[in-house]
Nanobody, 127 residues
Framework: QVQLAESGGGLVQAGDSLRLSCAAS????????MGWFRQAPGKEREFVAA????????YYADSVKGRFTISRDNTKNTVYLQMNSLEVEDAAEYYC????????????????????WGPGTQVTVSS
């Protein structure tokens, strides 16, 4: 298990960019695939993006493909979410999550694949 803490959220205008960071504790970070989810008020938590434990594979929700980029720096125990061309519909609480299993083959994409969660960071997008 790893402990996670997101940062970088804030208020931006539509069309702007924002980069979220997720710092992880523990020496095993590099063995976990990582993901980002988001939850808007009144809606279910939804998958945004994920990256394999080595960083060589990524997967995105269709709604963010081409606009968001997930990356990781295993030397800093940190995973990032670069969000460009933000839309009002992107406004939500964003959560970082670590895979339930270590050294997974492939990229996890469902809620049940993830076992550790950060407290979230709020992203607000004004029109």
């Amino acid at each position: 298990q790893v402990q996670l803490a997101e940062s970088g959220g804030g208020l931006v205008q539509a069309g702007d960019s924002l980069r979220l960071s997720c710092a992880a504790s523990g020496r095993t970070f590099s063995s976990y695939a990582m993901g980002w989810f988001r939850q808007a008020p009144g809606k279910e938590r939804e998958f945004v993006a994920a990256i394999s434990w080595r960083g060589g594979s990524t997967y995105y929700a269709d709604s963010v493909k081409g606009r968001f980029t997930i990356s990781r720096d295993n030397t800093k125990n940190t995973v990032y979410l670069q969000m460009n061309s933000l839309e009002v519909e992107d406004a939500a609480e964003y959560y970082c999550a670590a895979d339930r299993d270590r050294w997974r083959v492939g990229v996890p994409t469902t809620l049940s694949d993830f076992g550790s969660w950060g407290p979230g960071t709020q992203v607000t997008v004004s029109s």
